[in-house]
């Protein structure tokens, strides 16, 4: 089963960034950050295929930006000008295959690390 564990988040104020990081045990050509919000369903934000082609949700397009470290089996999100709406849990996922933002392409989930954005 393959492990995954994020870390970088926090608090920060409106306007600022933060950058997450997710090591993984075993590489996967497709990788992606979710997040989450009590309540709400499950949100892809970016995916990035081995070929390093990403993908993002409208809301985040020009401030964040997913990339990956294949030598370090580590995945990153650079999140700039963060908004309050960007406040939930942020998950790191990864799969052998095709490279899509749907929740259920993927079965294997970190624990997630939380990013709280004030106004």
């Known amino acids: 089963q393959l492990q995954l564990k994020e870390s970088g988040g926090g608090s920060v104020q409106a306007g600022g960034s933060l950058k997450l990081s997710c090591t993984v045990s075993v590489y996967r050509n497709c990788m992606a950050w979710f997040r989450q919000v009590p309540g709400e369903e499950r949100e892809g934000v970016a995916t990035?295929?081995?070929?390093?082609?990403?993908t993002y949700t409208d809301s985040v397009k020009g401030r964040f930006t997913i990339s990956r470290d294949d030598g370090k089996l580590t995945l990153y999100l650079q999140m700039n000008n963060l908004k309050p709406e960007d406040t939930a849990m942020y998950y790191c996922?990864?799969?052998?295959?095709?490279?899509?933002?749907?929740?259920?392409?993927?079965?294997?989930w970190g624990l997630g690390t939380q990013v709280t954005v004030s106004s």
């Open positions: 990035i295929n081995y070929e390093s082609i990403t």
């Open positions: 996922t990864a799969r052998a295959g095709v490279c899509r933002s749907e929740e259920s392409d993927f079965r294997d």
